[in-house]
């Protein structure tokens, strides 16, 4: 089985479509009460996504932002694509490794209303996309 994006162009695509339509989400509150910012760092293919809790509606971008993140999470593009599909639960991800947080493994847990979020509208959106 090939991997789920051809390329970072795809991805890019796709992302910015789920950020977009969940930028303004009731999921999006705690990410925004906290004031966190998120790095994801993607591979296979090598993408880096920002979500920017600081502001409403929360911006994404795949530069950085010039401040640190809250929090980053390492993963394959493929991982991220399961954990939104939500046939790879977030528990599952940590224990085996195919998903590292920096910070203590409770940080997972804090990336769980954003995936919340996105797993409502990414579905759909892979079923137009890829």
């Given amino acids: 089985m090939g991997r789920t994006y ?3 162009e795809q991805l890019r695509a796709v992302f910015s479509e789920m950020f977009d339509d969940v930028a303004d989400a009731d999921g ?4 925004v009460a906290q004031q966190m910012v998120i790095n994801f760092r993607l591979h296979d293919p090598s993408v880096d996504i ?7 509606p929360v911006a994404t971008t795949f530069e ?15 991982s991220m ?3 939104l599909l939500g046939t790879l639960p977030l528990g599952k991800a940590v ?4 998903l590292k947080v ?3 493994r409770s ?14 509208v990414y579905p759909g959106i892979v079923d137009r996309r890829l």
């Avoid at 920002?50 to 409403?56: A, F, I, L, N, P």
């Fill in 81 to 83: 694509h399961n954990l």
């Fill in 6 to 8: 051809a390329d970072a």
């Fill in 107 to 120: 940080g997972a847990l804090r990336l769980e209303p954003l995936l919340h979020a996105c797993q409502a």
């Fill in 64 to 78: 950085p932002i010039g401040v640190d993140a809250t929090l980053t999470a390492e993963l394959s593009a493929d």
């Fill in 95 to 98: 224990l085996f490794r195919k």
């Fill in 28 to 31: 999006m509150d705690g990410l």
């Fill in 50 to 56: 920002w979500v920017d809790g600081r502001t409403r």
């Fill in 102 to 104: 920096s910070g203590s």
